[in-house]
């Protein structure tokens, strides 16, 4: 917009934006601060904002109670896993969809996205059997499958999305040059939607980070990724509000200072591909 | 070697029939030029030389081999899109050198046919750039690089020049038909400008609804356009058609005559009419007479200072011997 | 674009992600079926290799007749509901706020988009303790400051707790949709607009917000999908308790926690049925605005 904005009203403007902002995203500067108080510090009242005995001893207490990096490490493992997985099935699927749309293409990608309405809960029982039969249960492999599949949609529906921007004429060039259908995918089309695929990457792998219906039901001890973690400080035990928060700091950190870097993709991501 | 067959080939797009069947060949070397109005089937026609598009029935022959069923990559021809199509992720040096990559050619001949194709093409102070850094005609030239050096039995050019401004039109034209001076391979062009199709051309190939209506050298189809389709489109201005008594007076439906082929005068003609809109060239003057009872307008051709104004009475007397004459069906007599 | 070996290989490419949804789906969902026409307890000893009882469609009637079913229907569909009319609405006025001229764009963006990050359990456990808690909880001793009694949020306000926790997640999502759309708006028509003669209010009613609606549906769509199994919030919150028992979480405690499969899988078949009428509904929706 070519247009001057008086000082004064974008004054009002951040003021307002900044309250909000912050407003919003209070509960998870509450947290990270009551993660560095003492048990004592953190129920005081009223409460303390800034003024009081700064410690990380709660850290360590979290990471000897519970095994935190062993939870750290599955969660990587799983939504690593699942969305890399997942990619590398869905973007054959999506250069179909988009380049070669066929009558169906459109009812395939709707049946897709409706799977994704299954409500899990209605299929537990039997993915549960399954597990057990198979050895699955309490696995990453296990959860990585699952993750995967669950997040298939949403990866073919992101990508298909991105793909149908590209022109359909440069594929076709790749091929008048005497490109195979793997070259037109690996040298042209991967490259060329390269923002859109780290998008989709990112968005899954915070999705199956989040995801605990299954993470929940599925594991135990050995494969619990930091939902499973996070949810075994649910009973309360005493005075534990610094240390529920440091773990809820050490359970969304990672994932939370991957969505500041990467923010510009992330936004892009969160729409699903579905606005532009 | 670049001689293309087609035969009898049709393409139908589900129950519509945007190609019934059509003979056509192109010989070697030749510069052919597909014309005709935006829906006409020429870019299909295009897209079915290149393997884009599945025939529905009949043969393409590619010197002599059967292509029908050959895949794009293996056909040996290489294209020009509208769009230029560059790969907006690789440098201009590997948009270029993508094709001969492809064909598994080793790193020094890929390096030397480039650098080939770049000083044809004055592209070698932009090897390293982005085709996003690139102007139109440039982007157009990488284009054209990347289809050299790959030496195609054919090149295929799908309206190459339409994206580009009107000077720098002229200025690609040129370079165009020099290349195929210097290289001698065939080529086919595909474009709705039909002074495209008249400057570059060996043959043009005049196509409506899927049909070839004529195929010539453009001297030909200027001089004798087979109907009135070919008549209206070929020329520019275009020819004035005139219908009625004044047609009858020569035994015709519809005759025809060229702007450049009739005479002015401010004092006596054949036919009498109102000087209207005109246009100033410099070179050229075109007047649109009005009032003559023969046709809305007829445009007529003038030197370039000519002192006529709007509303002045004209008179207008047709060249002997320049009239083109058609009967009930459009069809040249 | 599209030649016979084209459409082959694309059929080709295809087949693995189509076999894999499809068996994802087919399997369970077969099994779940079966099991929702048998008398199946494990801790009784019931189990695959015995042989079950087929009871016909008595599971279906005690989900149904179950004194839990019709009030689970209503907490999910007030849940799903009160989630995207709040979300809707602050992420519209939010949206509309981000777009404005201001300084820190980025930052206020980043501290509005970070609740997105944060796990459902996690959101679930804090604002539950740090909150909600009617003797430590922020809001308790922000009551105390004004006088008021302490409100033990998740259990008297159970549902009203649940909502809010949920919007709080989802919100950075609807708002960016929302703010992407509303950056694509051309600027020219809302100067044309105000050429017109229209007020800020009217440009506002009549064209930014027709603009969004495409994007309001996208909101309305994805986050159905992933409301209508909101689970963890509920799990470390309430447990279901307080009034705040929805489908899933019926089903969950039926198969999981009585360990009863034929039940709760005559449950899940009827989540499904439910989930499909919410399904078929937003999907046209979507097929429509695909084509578009």
């Known amino acids: 917009m070519a247009r001057s904005v008086t000082t004064r009203r974008k004054i009002v403007y951040t003021v307002l934006a900044w309250g909000v902002g912050l407003l919003i995203f209070?509960?998870?500067?509450?947290?990270?601060?009551?993660?560095?108080?003492?048990?004592?510090?953190?129920?005081?009242?009223?409460?303390?904002?800034?003024?009081?005995?700064?410690?990380?001893?709660?850290?360590?207490?979290?990471?000897?109670?519970?095994?935190?990096?062993?939870?750290?490490?599955?969660?990587?493992?799983?939504?690593?896993?699942?969305?890399?997985?997942?990619?590398?099935?869905a973007v054959p699927a999506a250069w179909s969809m988009a380049f070669v749309p066929s009558r169906r293409t459109k009812d395939i990608l709707m049946w897709m996205l409706s799977t994704k309405m299954l409500p899990a809960v209605g299929v537990l029982y039997p993915i549960y059997l399954m597990f057990i039969q198979l050895g699955l249960l309490d696995?990453?492999?296990?959860?990585?499958?699952?993750?995967?599949?669950?997040?298939?949609?949403?990866?073919?529906?992101?990508?298909?999305?991105?793909?149908?921007?590209?022109?359909?004429?440069?594929?076709?060039?790749?091929?008048?040059?005497?490109?195979?259908?793997?070259?037109?995918?690996?040298?042209?089309?991967?490259?060329?939607?390269?923002?859109?695929?780290?998008?989709?990457?990112?968005?899954?792998?915070?999705?199956?980070?989040?995801?605990?219906?299954?993470?929940?039901?599925?594991?135990?001890?050995?494969?619990?990724?930091?939902?499973?973690?996070?949810?075994?400080?649910?009973?309360?035990?005493?005075?534990?509000?610094?240390?529920?928060?440091?773990?809820?700091?050490?359970?969304f950190a990672p994932i939370l200072v991957l969505g500041w870097f990467s923010q510009k993709q992330l936004v892009r991501g969160l729409t699903f591909g579905a606005v532009k | 070697m670049g001689r293309i067959t087609l035969d009898k080939v049709t393409k139908k797009f589900g129950e519509v029939e945007v190609i019934p069947p059509l003979d056509l060949t192109i010989e070697d070397g030749e510069f052919v030029v597909f014309v005709g109005p935006s829906g006409c089937g020429k870019s299909t026609l295009l897209r079915l030389i290149a393997g884009l598009e599945d025939v529905s029935s009949g043969h393409i022959q590619i010197d002599g081999r059967d292509a029908t069923e050959v895949p794009p990559a293996k056909r040996g021809l290489a294209m020009v899109f509208q769009s230029y199509a560059l790969y907006p992720h690789m440098s201009v040096r590997k948009n270029i050198a993508f094709p001969l990559r492809m064909a598994g050619l080793s790193k020094d001949e890929q390096d030397k046919r480039v650098s080939g194709a770049a000083e044809v093409l004055n592209l070698t102070a932009y090897l390293d750039r982005r085709p996003g850094q690139l102007s139109g005609g440039q982007r157009q030239r990488v284009a054209i690089g990347r289809a050299i050096v790959r030496e195609p039995a054919a090149f295929l050019f799908d309206e190459p020049l339409s994206n580009l401004d009107a000077a720098l039109r002229v200025g690609m034209r040129l370079e165009i038909s020099e290349l195929h001076k210097r290289l001698e391979t065939t080529m086919i062009y595909v474009t709705h400008d039909q002074v495209e199709a008249m400057t570059m051309a060996d043959k043009i190939v005049v196509l409506r609804a899927g049909n070839i209506e004529q195929v010539g050298s453009p001297l030909e189809l200027y001089q004798s356009p087979r109907n009135t389709f070919v008549a209206g489109f070929i020329g520019s201005p275009r020819m004035n058609l005139i219908e009625g008594a004044e047609a009858a007076k020569h035994d015709a439906t519809t005759i025809g005559i060229r702007p450049e082929h009739i005479a002015i005068s401010p004092t006596e003609g054949t036919w009498q009419g109102k000087v209207g809109v005109s246009e100033h060239l410099g070179s050229d003057t075109f007047f649109?007479?009005?009032?003559?009872?023969?046709?809305?307008?007829?445009?007529?051709?003038?030197?370039?200072?000519?002192?006529?104004?709007?509303?002045?009475?004209?008179?207008?007397?047709?060249?002997?011997?320049?009239?083109?004459?058609?009967?009930a069906k459009g069809l040249r007599i | 674009m599209a030649t016979q070996h084209s459409r082959a290989a694309a059929r080709l490419m295809m087949a693995p992600a189509v076999i894999l949804l499809l068996g994802w789906m087919l399997v369970p969902l077969i099994l779940t079926l079966y099991f929702s026409f048998k008398r199946y307890l494990p801790l009784r000893g019931d189990s695959l290799g015995k042989g079950l009882d087929w009871v016909g469609f008595q599971n279906y009637a005690r989900f149904v007749t179950s004194s839990s079913f019709w009030p689970s229907i209503q907490v999910t569909l007030i849940i799903v509901g009160g989630v995207l009319v709040v979300t809707v609405l602050l992420g519209t006025l939010l949206a509309v706020l981000l777009d404005q001229p201001m300084w820190g764009t980025g930052i206020v963006r980043i501290l509005v988009i970070s609740p997105f990050f944060v796990m459902p359990t996690v959101s679930g456990l804090v604002w539950k303790n740090m909150f909600m808690d009617s003797t430590n909880g922020l809001f308790a001793h922000l009551w105390r400051a004004f006088g008021a009694a302490p409100v033990d949020w998740v259990s008297q306000q159970s549902l009203f707790s649940i909502i809010l926790i949920v919007s709080w997640e989802w919100l950075p999502f609807a708002t960016l949709i929302l703010l992407t759309a509303i950056q694509s708006l051309d600027s020219e028509q809302l100067e044309a607009a105000e050429m017109d003669g229209a007020p800020a209010l009217k440009r506002f009613w009549f064209i930014v917000i027709p603009h969004l609606s495409r994007a309001i549906t996208i909101v309305i769509l994805i986050q159905t999908i992933f409301l209508l199994s909101i689970f963890a919030e509920i799990y470390v919150t309430t447990a279901g308790a307080f009034g705040t028992k929805t489908l899933t979480y019926l089903i969950f405690q039926r198969v999981l926690e009585s360990q009863n499969v034929g039940l709760g899988s005559a449950g899940g078949v009827y989540a499904i049925i439910l989930a499909n009428i919410v399904a078929i509904f937003l999907m046209r929706i979507v097929g429509k605005n695909l084509d578009a």
């Open chain 1, 139 to 251: 696995t990453r492999t296990g959860l990585v499958i699952v993750m995967m599949l669950i997040n298939l949609p949403i990866i073919i529906w992101m990508l298909f999305t991105y793909f149908r921007e590209i022109p359909g004429e440069i594929l076709e060039a790749a091929r008048m040059d005497g490109a195979t259908l793997r070259a037109e995918i690996l040298y042209v089309l991967t490259p060329m939607a390269l923002p859109g695929i780290a998008s989709t990457i990112l968005l899954n792998v915070i999705l199956a980070w989040n995801e605990a219906f299954w993470t929940l039901n599925l594991t135990a001890a050995n494969a619990g990724p930091l939902t499973a973690f996070i949810a075994s400080y649910s009973s309360p035990e005493g005075l534990f509000f610094a240390k529920l928060s440091a773990a809820s700091v050490m359970a």
């Open chain 2, 288 to 327: 649109h007479v009005t009032g003559t009872g023969l046709a809305d307008a007829i445009t007529v051709r003038a030197g370039g200072e000519v002192s006529l104004r709007y509303g002045d009475t004209i008179y207008l007397t047709p060249e002997e011997g320049k009239l083109h004459r058609f009967d």
């Open chain 1, 26 to 89: 209070f509960p998870i500067l509450w947290t990270i601060l009551t993660s560095f108080k003492t048990e004592a510090d953190a129920i005081a009242a009223p409460p303390k904002f800034l003024f009081f005995h700064w410690t990380l001893e709660n850290y360590a207490v979290v990471q000897e109670r519970s095994d935190y990096m062993r939870h750290l490490w599955n969660s990587i493992v799983i939504a690593g896993g699942s969305t890399l997985l997942g990619t590398v099935v």
